[in-house]
């Protein structure tokens, strides 16, 4: 359930705009896009406003004046109804003729006619700027015409023809939209680098430095480019780095190896009784401490590297448990004590064995030496599971304190309690544990049992 929490906060925190360069370049130029729009619309309306005056109220009022006189032409007597019909069907206008003999309105449906519905504004409101239709103070007197029969011809805007064109708005929206969405995937190809580089960057985290981050244009990169250059640059000195302190561990780890085995043998010829057999057995058990270190920082280089081979066979788990407890009674007196409990199907495990002994004797030696003085030994259980392989590891000793849970297994590391340099061990048990888990596939947990210290070890081994 966290996994899944923490999964969807870093979805929804991708997406935000803030935490997206690309968004945010879209969403910059998207604004721009708007701002320059309506800045040009302004200025476009405020221009064709401030120029009307002078410059379309002369064309305005020959145009009325020519239409009066069709539809009224002085020597034919009151308007004529059907040139009125036929000029508001062939332009957008709206025509009222009031008189003594004619009273007619083109379009009776509609609340206003143009600028009369603005002069029903400036009725109302007592603020009325008369301007603000056309900016004209006598567009009365631009849009009405007298005949000589005294009927008066009122013209007017078909606010209907208008309103038949608003599917423009539609297509200036869609055009804003694919703009948008141009600009999006322009600006996601530009950026797409960031990406590759990001990849890198978890790669070589990983320690999976065979596959380099890919430079566009290597002939002539862009800033993206050489940042790409730059890291794998750096990710070389670092596999290069890592694989000289891994060479040279090696070669110290197989130099000492000789000289341990001589001393050893020399130690041996020590006598066996009299004064010197305290100091022979004490002599003994540091060489062999010293010959088990070497073995497990070889064995950590093994499994530490991306070439970590297993040799999987079938094991036979608590068969490889009950040898491992075995082995450990010859060091650990309470090791007969240990409680072994195996569910499940565990003859045929395909898996390394040498490494999983390895792993069990960690385990189980690490639980040993910590768990102190506890009435109850420690547990070992085998079991199989909807997934692979579960081992789980429990003493009764004091535990670690919680903050120190997720340093417990690395190399070299030993808490400052009750896990200390006098109980053994110089921090690589569980460490080995953690590799040899990983190069299953599998993965190590540790938690406080309350008391004591369960270690979980989940292996997907099949067979």
């Not at 003999?101 to 006619?113: A, E, K, M, R, T």
């Not at 120190?404 to 690589?428: C, H, I, K, M, N």
Request: net charge neutral; glycine share 8%.
């Amino acid at each position: 359930m966290t996994d899944r929490k923490t999964a969807s906060e870093g979805l929804l925190a991708r997406m935000l705009p803030g935490r997206s360069i690309k968004r945010r370049m879209v969403l910059v130029f998207l604004l721009l896009a708007v701002a320059l729009a309506g800045v040009f619309i302004v200025g476009a309306q405020r221009a064709f406003t401030l120029g009307w005056r002078e410059a379309a109220r002369p064309v305005l009022m020959d145009y009325i004046d020519r239409l009066a006189a069709d539809v009224a032409a002085p020597d034919q007597g009151p308007p004529s109804l059907e040139r009125a019909q036929a000029l508001v069907e062939r332009l957008p206008l709206t025509v009222r003729i009031e008189g003594p003999s004619v009273n007619w309105l083109s379009h009776p449906d509609q609340p206003g006619h143009g600028w009369e519905g603005q002069r029903r504004d400036r009725d109302r409101s007592p603020g009325w700027d008369q301007e603000q239709w056309g900016g004209d103070k006598d567009w009365e007197r631009m849009l009405q015409r007298r005949t000589a029969d005294g009927h008066l011809i009122t013209f007017g805007l078909n606010e209907a023809a208008f309103e038949r064109r608003q599917r423009h708005f539609g297509v200036a929206l869609v055009a804003l939209l694919l703009i948008t969405l141009s600009a999006y995937l322009y600006v996601r190809r530009l950026l797409r680098p960031l990406d590759d580089i990001r990849a890198g960057a978890q790669r070589f985290g990983a320690g999976e430095f065979g596959q380099p981050i890919p430079v566009r244009h290597p002939g002539r990169p862009d800033e993206l480019g050489q940042l790409a250059a730059t890291v794998n640059t750096m990710g070389r000195d670092i596999h290069e780095m890592l694989e000289a302190k891994r060479a040279l561990l090696l070669a110290i780890s197989h130099e000492l190896r000789s000289p341990i085995t001589r001393a050893r043998l020399h130690a041996e010829l020590l006598p066996e009784q009299g004064e010197a057999a305290v100091q022979r057995e004490a002599l003994l058990g540091d060489l062999q401490e010293m010959a088990n270190l070497v073995s497990d920082l070889l064995e950590s280089e093994r499994l530490s590297g991306n070439h970590a081979v297993l040799h999987r066979e079938p094991v036979d788990l608590p068969a490889l448990a009950r040898e491992v407890l075995q082995e450990l009674t010859a060091r650990h007196a309470r090791a007969v004590d240990i409680v072994l409990h195996a569910h499940g199907d565990l003859a045929a495990v395909h898996a390394d064995r040498a490494r999983l002994r390895l792993l069990m004797r960690n385990l189980l030696d690490n639980a040993l030496r910590h768990g102190g003085e506890a009435l109850q030994p420690p547990e070992l259980n085998l079991a199989r599971t909807a997934n692979g392989l579960l081992i789980d590891v429990r003493d009764h000793g004091p535990g670690v304190p919680e903050a120190q849970l997720a340093q417990l297994a690395q190399a070299f590391y030993r808490p400052d309690s009750a896990r200390t340099r006098a109980a053994g061990g110089v921090g690589l048990g569980l460490y080995l544990c953690r590799l040899v888990a990983q190069a299953h596939g599998g993965r190590l947990a540790l938690s406080n049992a309350h008391p004591g210290l369960r270690v979980r070890v989940e292996l997907p081994i099949s067979g």
